[in-house]
């Protein structure tokens, strides 16, 4: 992995003395790494019915731009997400929060999207370091690629007696929910027999991350049956992550070296 540092769009002007550090996969080797820690998390450790090929991936990886964080002293990956641009997915065919949600009404707004999908840690590495390196990565990329609004499907694993959809509608502000005309449609609601009334799980710790940076859960949640989870639709603003968390996720600009 050593070799696959960011050299291409942008990178530090000098190596990060921090343990972790975030950056885009160069490598089809560093590409593979992610998508082998995305299967164990997914398959392995959450009960996802994917290929048996040890690896994670869809019709949408090659389009993808995989975002990494990069354990410096194990030389390992330990987090990843990946990023799909708007004129990615015209290429692609679409979004992959199409395949769940109606975002017609979502995508009249003016500005650009970039979607945020197959979030991951190793879970050797849950504490915030790694949450917050992958973050700060994903906000540089975001602003300054110039995009407008992050968007994807965050999910939600079902507690004991199944999934407490009203119980986690309960728990947001009217701030979280966002304006009621951008409500997308799930396109396979969560049926009743598996609904429950008590909430075991509360709000997982990657959309808690969406919701404190300013997203809004639009709409009903999606079954996810091969993932075994309820999908939520959000949408943040980039204007929202400017005001709160500049100073926080960006460095100065003078830190930051970009090539052609």
Request: with cysteine; net charge neutral.
């Amino acid at each position: 992995m050593k070799n696959d540092l960011p050299t291409g769009n942008w990178q530090w002007s000098a190596p990060s003395p921090r343990r972790y550090q975030s950056f885009v996969a160069l490598s089809p080797q560093t590409v593979e790494a992610a998508c082998r820690l995305r299967y164990r998390v997914f398959a392995e450790e959450m009960g996802a019915r994917l290929a048996g090929d040890g690896l994670d991936h869809d019709r949408f990886d090659p389009y993808c731009d995989h975002l990494v964080v990069h354990d410096q002293r194990e030389d390992r990956i330990v987090g990843t997400t990946r990023l799909l641009s708007d004129a990615a997915a015209r290429r692609s065919g679409g979004f992959y929060s199409q395949q769940e949600f109606d975002l017609d009404t979502v995508l009249t707004l003016e500005g650009r999207f970039l979607e945020v999908g197959r979030t991951c840690i190793d879970p050797d590495c849950r504490g915030g370091a790694v949450l917050s390196t992958l973050w700060s990565g994903l906000a540089r990329f975001a602003i300054e690629r110039g995009f407008d609004y992050l968007m994807g499907c965050a999910s939600i694993p079902p507690g004991p007696g199944g999934f407490a959809v009203k119980a986690f509608y309960r728990r947001l502000t009217p701030e979280q929910q966002g304006p009621q005309w951008l409500n997308v449609q799930s396109l396979r609601p969560v049926p009743d027999y598996l609904r429950c009334e008590r909430d075991d799980c509360g709000v997982p710790p990657l959309l808690q991350t969406y919701l404190r940076l300013g997203a809004w859960v639009c709409g009903d949640p999606y079954w996810d049956e091969d993932f075994n989870c309820m999908d939520v639709f959000i949408l943040l603003p980039l204007k929202h992550l400017k005001a709160r968390y500049s100073r926080r996720f960006i460095r100065h600009p003078a830190e930051i070296r970009g090539h052609a």
